[in-house]
């Protein structure tokens, strides 16, 4: 089923619609009514009830379109040892992230935000956002 907050969007080519809450007496209920009533009258559902609403201007709404979320983690631990560690893979033995200045550990820094990527068990496959640390990895 369609949601009915839909058909209150404008229509860029035609901005002078009206919404569904517009079709109440006066100019245009008329028609209102009678796409009303052949509605119900085709199916007494709540589903038809709800196309009630949709069909006052159909030409102006396009494809629902299910939102994306970005599911976002900030790192809490790892104060006392300058952030955590980073993994080149899932895998809790797969090699550390190193700095290529001097090949030591690439710590993720505590208060880092990063995007998921990939959740395996326990482990996060993530995109780094803002701080410091390693573009890409596990933790």
């Known amino acids: 089923a369609e949601s009915s907050d839909q058909a209150s969007m404008p229509s860029a080519e035609a901005p002078n619609e009206t919404d569904a809450s517009d079709a109440t007496p006066g100019a245009g209920a008329a028609e209102g009514e009678a796409i009303a009533e052949a509605v119900v009258e085709e199916d007494s559902s709540m589903e038809a009830l709800a196309a009630i609403s949709l069909s006052v201007d159909r030409d102006c709404l396009g494809e629902a379109v299910e939102p994306e979320f970005e599911e976002v983690w900030q790192v809490v631990g790892g104060s006392s ?9 899932c895998a809790l033995d797969s090699p ?20 998921k990527l990939e959740m395996r068990g326990s482990r996060l496959h993530y995109e780094l956002l803002s701080g410091t640390g390693p573009s890409s990895g596990w933790i």
């Open 81 to 89: 040892r300058e952030g955590i560690l980073v993994r080149l893979g």
């Open 96 to 115: 550390l992230a190193v700095r290529d200045d001097d090949g030591t550990p690439d710590r993720m820094s505590t208060g880092s935000c990063v995007r």
